[in-house]
């Protein structure tokens, strides 16, 4: 998306912060992580988030940083009013702002009030869905999870479901696209990012795959994938 112009703020709301290893050297991430320039005290002081901003080595591409105290996050916003509804509040500053044109933010592999207030604060959810038994499990109660996220916040919409981690020589792969395709008002998308190991130097790198090495299979199922969202979410 930034490579095509667009704006773009990457919001890290894991406490793994996997996606600001993406970015920044691990000396860096974890400085990062132990200061106070981070979500996790923009989001537990419920301040704004645009000074919270942190400018990557790629054109039209910001981030907040996570932090390892994210996972304490869930205690503190059970203790608060309105709950669901702290990101959205800090994050309303940046999105009237105009600055970007798409802000994505990378949740963690929980349904609880953490991620209710990511689903709150956004316009549209990807759900990644590996290609494997462990992929397709729980499904279902992430969807329960989804539909209550709704009932708080009726404008969040769905705009499909990717399939990662794809090995296209086991028949599960293909099992798993037939059972996607069946599910009723869920857009699969075209896109699937399939096992590659240049993703993974990637990430030894501390580098965008699209960055890393453009020509390789990931990087170009990314690029495409990230053309499909933009049409999906049309612009």
Not at 89 to 113: F, M
Not at 196 to 225: F, G, H, T
Request: hydrophobic residues 40%; glycine residues 6%; negative net charge.
């Amino acid at each position: 998306m930034a490579r095509s112009g667009h704006k773009v703020l990457l919001i890290d709301g894991d406490m793994q912060m996997n996606l600001s290893l993406s970015f920044f050297p691990e000396d860096k991430v974890l400085e990062m992580s132990e200061g106070k320039n981070n979500l996790y005290y923009a989001v537990t002081g419920q301040k704004d988030l645009t000074s919270y901003i942190v400018r990557t080595s790629y054109e039209n591409l910001d981030m907040i940083p996570s932090s390892s105290r994210m996972s304490s996050v869930e205690a503190e916003l059970s203790r608060g009013r309105n709950r669901e509804s702290v990101l959205r509040r800090c994050l309303s500053g940046v999105k009237d702002s105009g600055e970007y044109d798409y802000i994505l933010i990378d949740a963690p592999p929980t349904l609880g009030n953490w991620v209710m207030n990511i689903l709150c604060a956004s316009d549209y959810v990807l759900v990644p869905v590996e290609a494997s038994p462990w992929g397709m499990f729980g499904l279902a109660n992430m969807f329960d999870f989804l539909n209550e996220a709704k009932e708080i916040s009726p404008s969040l919409e769905i705009l499909g479901i990717v399939v990662t981690k794809a090995d296209l020589r086991k028949g599960y792969f293909k099992q798993t696209m037939e059972t996607l395709k069946e599910m009723e008002g869920i857009y699969l998308f075209d896109s699937y990012i399939r096992v590659d190991s240049a993703v993974e130097w990637a990430q030894d790198n501390s580098a965008p795959v699209v960055e890393y090495k453009r020509s390789c299979r990931s990087a170009k199922e990314y690029i495409k994938l990230a053309e499909e969202v933009t049409e999906r979410a049309g612009r």
